[in-house]
């Protein structure tokens, strides 16, 4: 008698869309996550091909939800906008993100962050940067080949891939877009909206000052018998 074995139901792999990890350990280290994913996807609003994420769990490898990684910001070129829970690679045309950034917080190790630049040197990353708050110290890789090849010169340094240049100020890391422009935080972005609607306002009341001028005007010179449309 021969048994007839039935193949069983492939197993269902789940890819959690948490770690349990905080996305940051204190207000300064968030700070700068937002102003960086935050000016990125700022400056690339307009193009529909490039996805701009932060602390969002990349799975490079399907099958294995143990191989993963939550940059602090990842950028992909040649994928659309929209939400996601995490980063399938494999339902995103395999494409890697090309350019990652962590920002550290006194929580990081040396060991966890060799881990992560090997991560992202194995499964595809083109430029990679961190930047630590505390030590005000910026430090950036770029792929040559199968290796990354650390920026010797990062002060002016201009990515590649985003045309972003990086700035040593005196307060810390600035961050300026192709057209000069330089990131903001959400408070900083609030005080130039502010700033600007003041000056509208300010435009508005002159022009509106200039009008009643010229209506005043007008009607004098129709007092003396003077049409000013004719002038």
């Known amino acids: 008698m021969v048994t007839e074995i039935k193949p069983t139901a492939k197993t269902k792999i789940i890819y959690p869309e948490s770690d349990g990890q905080p996305m940051a350990d204190n207000t300064e280290q968030f700070r700068w996550i937002v102003t960086i994913q935050g000016g990125i996807d700022a400056l690339f609003k307009d193009d ?20 993963r990684v939550a940059p ?26 090309q350019v990652v950034f962590e920002v550290l917080s006194p929580g990081n190790t040396l060991t966890e962050m060799a881990k992560k630049q090997e991560f992202y040197l194995r499964y595809g990353v083109e430029e990679y940067y961190i930047y630590d708050p ?21 002060n002016g340094w ?27 935080t959400y408070i900083e972005l609030d005080t130039e ?35 000013p449309d004719t002038m």
């Open 158 to 184: 201009v990515s590649p891939r985003l045309g972003v240049r990086f700035v040593m100020g005196d307060e810390g890391l600035e961050l300026y877009r192709p057209d000069g422009r330089k990131f903001s």
């Open 48 to 67: 529909p091909n490039v996805f701009v994420a932060g602390d969002l769990l990349w799975y490079p490898v399907e099958g294995n939800n143990k191989i």
């Open 134 to 154: 505390d030590k005000i110290d910026f430090c950036g890789w770029i792929r040559q080949g199968e290796q990354f090849e650390a920026i010797e010169t990062i």
């Open 72 to 97: 602090d910001t990842m950028v992909a070129f040649g994928r659309p906008k929209g939400k996601r829970g995490s980063y399938l690679q494999w339902q995103e045309d395999n494409i890697a993100p």
């Open 193 to 227: 909206r502010q700033l600007a609607e003041e000056l509208a306002e300010t435009e508005r009341q002159r022009a509106e000052t200039e009008r009643q001028r010229a209506d005043r005007l007008a009607e004098k010179l129709r007092e003396l018998g003077i049409d």
